[in-house]
């Protein structure tokens, strides 16, 4: 398909594993973002690429997060030592423009 | 810090009913604002946006919504639900300073319609 995509669509991890979370943005697109949301919540802010430069990345939550962009398409959340409140669907959404996005549908991922 | 508030979590209809669904947001300044719908078991996708002009938007499905500036409100209209309206509702917004350029999201609105 044409849309974004993100793998896997589910993930349990146990406690203090880390983890890799894989976006692959519609082709051509320069901005890219990362959302958590969190159950009954709607998405908050990570993190925003604009091609291969990570132009923001206030919104992640500890220095456990990191989030990468090397070619300007594909990019990956990775978390390191994960943790129970880390339990979320994350949302990765790109855009040929700042002011859209496209959302793929979310890795949800599960620390037991 | 800028926020955004749906006051309704849960919204039950019958189908044909008329549906609102508020959206207010904390922020002075120049907005884009923007409504998302989550089908069960689907992606994000957007239903409408504003950015400027006209402050009654239409958007996909028979959806609409109205920017009232001095109020700070998005809210989505529809005159006439049906069942396949069921979804859960995001209202966003991109606030136009220097913090960034990310969609802050209301908590959503779950809307069901009963056939």
């Known amino acids: 398909g044409a849309g974004v995509s993100q793998s896997p669509r589910y993930k349990v991890a146990k406690r203090g594993q880390d983890v890799a979370l894989r976006c692959d943005p519609i082709?051509?697109?320069?901005?890219l973002f990362w959302y958590q949301q969190a159950l009954g919540q709607g998405p908050e802010f990570l993190t925003y690429?604009?091609?291969?430069?990570?132009?923001?990345k206030s919104g992640l939550p500890s220095d456990r997060f990191f989030a990468e962009r090397p070619e300007g398409s594909v990019s990956t959340l990775k978390i390191q030592r994960t943790q129970q409140e880390d339990s979320a669907v994350y949302l990765c959404?790109?855009?040929?423009?700042?002011?859209?996005?496209?959302f793929g549908q979310g890795t949800r991922l599960t620390v037991v | 810090a800028q926020s955004v508030s749906q006051h309704n979590h849960h919204v039950i209809l019958s189908e044909a009913a008329s549906l609102e669904l508020g959206c207010n947001y904390s922020?002075?300044?120049?907005?884009?604002l923007f409504w998302y719908v989550q089908y069960p078991g689907q992606h994000l996708q957007l239903l409408l946006k504003?950015?400027?002009?006209?402050?009654l938007v239409k958007g996909i499905k028979g959806f609409e919504a109205e920017f009232i500036k001095s109020k700070f409100s998005f809210n989505l209209r529809k005159p006439s639900v049906q069942w396949s309206d069921t979804a859960e509702y995001f209202c966003?917004?991109?606030?136009?300073?220097?913090?960034?350029?990310?969609?802050?999201f209301g908590g959503g609105t779950r809307l069901m319609v009963k056939p």
């Open positions: 959404a790109s855009g040929m423009r700042i002011t859209e996005a496209f």
């Open positions: 082709s051509g697109h320069v901005s």
């Open positions: 690429f604009q091609n291969e430069a990570q132009l923001d």
């Open positions: 922020y002075g300044g120049t907005v884009n």
């Open positions: 504003y950015f400027s002009g006209d402050p």
């Open positions: 966003a917004v991109k606030m136009n300073n220097n913090a960034g350029n990310m969609l802050t």
